[in-house]
């Protein structure tokens, strides 16, 4: 059965910083691309970066340039995202979801309970 | 980036009722779309990708339609575990991947 359990959201001040991280189990990690895919409270889904299996390729929506950066450790079985230059509107839920093949993040098969990032003086 | 519209953005249905939920992309997504269902406090699950294949687990009920820019995700027979929320999203055009607003699917 495939797991993912995501960690390190909290209250973070506008300008600050977080790591976030999801463990992953019950399939071969590095096989699959993952994303990071963000949703504000009582609004829709938003795709915010993705990573190949082999954690060479990073890709990222406009939102997350410059700021977040997607990493993964194949020997931990971990993905991370970490954020700088935080702000009010990056305020949400944050899920790690497990992409259908091993280059491209493409579609989502399975997703993580999600850790709420909040973002706020 | 291409932008998916869906309608309604909300449908009142009762159980045993055909339901009826709509996608249009801006621009032409091939058969590259996938639909996602999300019950409240839940991540979502993937229902439907590349248009019509059904993910592992997910009952006849659902099934998708559609090509270019006009998709279509249609629940047979309401059950009282489908009211929930509806999301599609496509992967042809990306980055970034881009998911509709959705639909959400009530008791009447």
């Known amino acids: 059965e495939v797991q993912l359990l995501e960690s390190g959201g909290g209250l973070v001040q506008p300008g600050g910083s977080l790591r976030l991280s999801c463990v992953a189990s019950?399939?071969?990690?590095?096989?699959?691309?993952m994303s990071w895919v963000r949703q504000a409270p009582g609004k829709g889904l938003e795709w915010v970066s993705g990573i190949s299996g082999s954690g060479t390729s990073t890709f990222d929506a406009d939102s997350a340039k410059g700021r977040f950066t997607i990493s993964r450790d194949n020997s931990k079985n971990t993905l991370y995202l970490q954020m700088d230059s935080l702000r009010v509107e990056d305020t949400a839920f944050y899920y790690c979801?497990?992409?259908?093949?091993?280059?491209?993040?493409?579609?989502?098969?399975?997703w993580g309970r999600g850790t709420l990032v909040t973002v706020s003086s | 980036e291409v932008v998916l519209t869906q309608s309604p953005a909300t449908l009142s249905l009762s159980p045993g009722e055909r339901a009826t939920l709509s996608c249009r992309a801006s621009r032409s997504v091939h058969s590259f779309l996938a639909w996602y269902q999300q019950k409240p406090g839940q991540a979502p699950r993937l229902l439907i990708y590349d248009v019509s294949n059904r993910a592992t687990g997910i009952p006849a009920r659902f099934s998708g339609s559609g090509s270019g820019t006009d998709f279509t995700l249609t629940i047979s027979s309401l059950e009282p575990e489908d009211f929930a929320v509806y999301y599609c999203q496509q992967r042809y055009s990306w980055p970034p991947l881009t998911f509709g607003g959705g639909t959400k699917v009530e008791l009447k």
């Open positions: 979801a497990k992409g259908a093949n091993r280059d491209h993040p493409y579609h989502f098969e399975d």
């Open positions: 019950g399939f071969t990690f590095s096989g699959y691309a």
